[in-house]
């Protein structure tokens, strides 16, 4: 696609409810970030995709998040049993290869209540 | 995680001012970034810089890769209300993949 594209826009759930949030980036990068901003903060790495494979899951904050990627395309984060702390943007972004720019969709805006 | 320092963190301007950043890092990076996030939108890419001492213009904007690699800096001139959003720099190291993110800097430009 002409850009990254992210969905949903915006997702409110319960607490201890799971989500997935899906990642479309641009066709032909091979390389997949998903990145966490909280309110008013900076960009929290949480993984890294090169093709199908993560070889950085350094940034995810439990064992609760997982995240695939498939067909060298389409990404899906999830979050199990959601808690209060887990409300945040997730923002995707892909790179054309792993030492090129960033790219980012527009962010999936996470509330648990 | 790891965040590269920013400043200043907020600022408020006159219109038709310019404005001037920084990001500084502990470690060495061979690429900087400079993005700019509007409210409910994702980071665009402003800027990309990739050799120590580079000077390179967008518009009004122009970004600088400092010599000893620790530090880049982002100017604007002659700010116009739309400059208002939060920028952010972005480095990475050579041989790595991952790029670290500033803490931002909050612009807000009073017509």
């Known amino acids: 696609g002409a850009g990254v594209s992210q969905s949903p826009s915006n997702k409110v759930t319960e607490k201890g409810k799971d989500v997935e949030l899906r990642c479309d980036p641009i066709?032909?990068?091979?390389?997949l970030y998903w990145y966490r901003q909280s309110l008013g903060q900076g960009l929290e790495f949480l993984i890294y995709?090169?093709?199908?494979?993560?070889?950085?899951k350094s940034g995810l904050p439990s064992d609760r998040f997982s995240a695939e990627r498939t067909g060298g395309s389409v990404s899906t984060l999830t979050i199990q049993r959601t808690q209060q702390e887990d409300s945040a943007v997730y923002l995707c972004?892909?790179?054309?290869?792993?030492?090129?720019?960033?790219?980012f969709g527009s962010g999936t805006q996470l509330s648990v209540l | 995680g790891q965040q590269l320092n920013q400043s200043p963190q907020s600022m408020f301007i006159q219109e038709g001012e310019d404005v001037s950043m920084n990001c500084t890092s502990s470690?060495?990076?061979?690429?900087w970034l400079w993005y700019k996030q509007d409210p409910g939108e994702g980071p665009v890419l402003l800027i990309a810089?990739?050799?120590?001492?580079e000077l390179t213009s967008n518009g009004r904007l122009t970004a600088q890769f400092g010599i000893t690699r620790k530090d880049s800096f982002l100017n604007i001139s002659a700010s116009i209300p739309s400059d208002v959003g939060i920028y952010f720099c972005?480095?990475?190291?050579?041989?790595?993949?991952?790029?670290?993110f500033g803490t931002g800097t909050r612009l807000k430009v009073l017509a």
């Open positions: 972004a892909s790179s054309f290869s792993r030492t090129d720019r960033l790219f």
């Open positions: 066709s032909g990068h091979t390389a």
């Open positions: 995709f090169q093709g199908n494979s993560a070889p950085d």
């Open positions: 470690s060495i990076f061979n690429t």
């Open positions: 810089l990739y050799k120590a001492g």
């Open positions: 972005a480095g990475r190291n050579s041989g790595t993949y991952k790029y670290i």
